[in-house]
């Protein structure tokens, strides 16, 4: 199966930029879509960013002009480049990779998830 491993994340002050990465294992299938998605205490998991295999990206209202989703396909990892960071950005993301089997059956993974916290 494959594997989602992220990182980069910790503690910045407002105002700062951290990078998160997500390096996902080889895979007998192509990836396509992936994304990275938080959530923060007390909220529901929301969309962040995603990127299809073809590079279109879409964005949260939230972060839009401070966030940057990138994918190095020969690397096999997600970027999220976060700048302007904002205490209300505090949440755990978690990285995510869609999947299409030889039968055209779609497959979805998620990250262990990692801690971004933004102090004031």
């Known amino acids: 199966q494959l594997q989602l491993v992220e990182s980069g994340g910790g503690l910045v002050q407002a105002g700062g930029s951290l990078r998160l990465s997500c390096a996902a294992s080889?895979?007998?299938?192509?990836?396509?879509?992936m994304g990275w998605y938080r959530q923060a205490p007390g909220k529901q998991r929301e969309l962040v960013a995603a990127i299809t295999s073809g590079g279109s990206t879409n964005y949260a209202d939230s972060v839009k002009g401070r966030f940057t989703i990138s994918r190095d396909n020969a690397k096999n990892t997600v970027y999220l480049q976060m700048i302007s960071l904002k205490p209300e950005d505090t949440a755990v993301y978690y990285c995510?990779?869609?999947?299409?089997?030889?039968?055209?059956?779609?497959?979805?993974?998620w990250g262990q998830g990692t801690q971004v916290t933004v102090s004031s």
């Open positions: 080889r895979s007998i299938f192509s990836i396509n879509d």
């Open positions: 995510n990779a869609e999947t299409r089997d030889y039968y055209g059956v779609g497959y979805d993974y």
